[in-house]
């Protein structure tokens, strides 16, 4: 039998899959963002997703080394995945449901907080 990937696509409703769980990844993100002062931008498209850190959110300064650590710590927490620099590159399987999704998110944010907290940036 011959492998028909864009019909399996549309059969098991992919795409919205995709879009929905995007949608709910990005959602989660820019709360992220308004809690957390070194992120300084959230960007994604469908389930291709990131996340800025910057050391001050005027100047938008990037923040290398904080974006090392983020990775390190989330790593240690048992999530892989793409730093670039200071970016941290978000990409969840087309199948991820939303609940992994969103344990994933929260090892980000967890990480996130902790390198703050090292850095000084917690009140």
Not at 51 to 79: M, S
Not at 94 to 107: E, F, R, S, Y
């Amino acid at each position: 039998m011959e492998a028909r990937p864009l019909e399996t696509l549309e059969e098991e409703g992919l795409l919205e899959h995709a879009q929905e769980l995007g949608d709910f990844c990005l959602t989660r993100m820019k709360k992220m963002k308004e809690a957390h002062p070194i992120i300084g931008d959230v960007r994604g498209k469908g389930l291709l997703l990131g996340i800025e850190l910057v050391k001050d959110p005027d100047t938008k300064e990037p923040f290398v080394d904080g974006g090392n650590k983020v990775y390190q710590r989330a790593f240690q927490k048992g999530l892989a995945w793409v730093l670039a620099k200071h970016t941290l590159r978000f990409a969840p399987a087309l199948v991820m449901q939303q609940d992994v999704a969103a344990k994933g998110l929260d090892i980000i944010e967890e990480a996130i907080a902790e390198v703050e907290d090292e850095y000084g940036y917690s009140e």
